[in-house]
C-alpha cells in the first residue's frame, strides 16, 4: 500500500510540474494582516488544448505506422486486419511494440490493457487491428504457433 502511494505521489508531482512548465497552472502568494496565502490558478482550455494536441500527434505516428504496414497486413473483415511478423521488442512506459515484419521493424502503440507483451519478445505474433472510425487500434496481441 505505502508503493502504491508514493507512486501516485510521484505521478501526481509530475502532473503538477508539467503542468507549471506548460502553463496550465500558475501559482501566486498574498501577504494580507501578517498572514501568506497561496493561490493556484488553473488555466483548462491551454490543458485541454494540449491534451488535443498530443492526442493528434498520437494518432498521426499510429497512422504512418500502419500506412508502413498497410502492404503486409492481412484483411479479415471490413473492419478487420492482422499481422504477422517478429515482436523485436516491446516499451512498456510507452506501450510500444517493435515488430519486424518482412525485414522492416515498425513501432506500433498498444493500449494499455493488452497485458503479458513483455513475454512475447523474440517470439512470432499475429496482431489483430481494428479500425474504429478515423482511427485504427491494436485490439490482440497473441503467440503464433
Known sequence: ?????LFLL??????????YFRGWFEFSTTNAGGKTGLTI??????????????????S?????ALDKLSSKTKATSATQSTLTG?????????????????????????????????????KNVTITFEKVGEHTVVRSVAEQN
Not at 1 to 5: G, S, T, V
Not at 10 to 19: K, Q
Not at 60 to 64: F, I, P, T
Request: no cysteine; net charge neutral; glycine share 10%.
Open 86 to 122: 517478429k515482436l523485436v521488442g516491446f516499451d512498456s512506459t510507452t506501450h510500444t511494440l517493435q515488430i519486424d515484419a518482412e525485414g522492416q521493424t515498425v513501432p506500433i502503440e498498444a493500449p494499455a490493457a493488452l497485458t503479458g507483451l513483455e513475454q512475447l519478445v523474440g
Open 41 to 58: 490558478t488553473t488555466d483548462f482550455e491551454k490543458l485541454k488544448a494540449d491534451m488535443k494536441a498530443t492526442g493528434a500527434k498520437i
Open 60 to 64: 498521426a505516428v499510429s497512422k504512418a
Open 1 to 5: 500500500m505505502k508503493r502504491l502511494f
Open 10 to 19: 510521484v505521478l501526481a508531482l509530475g502532473f503538477v510540474a508539467t503542468g
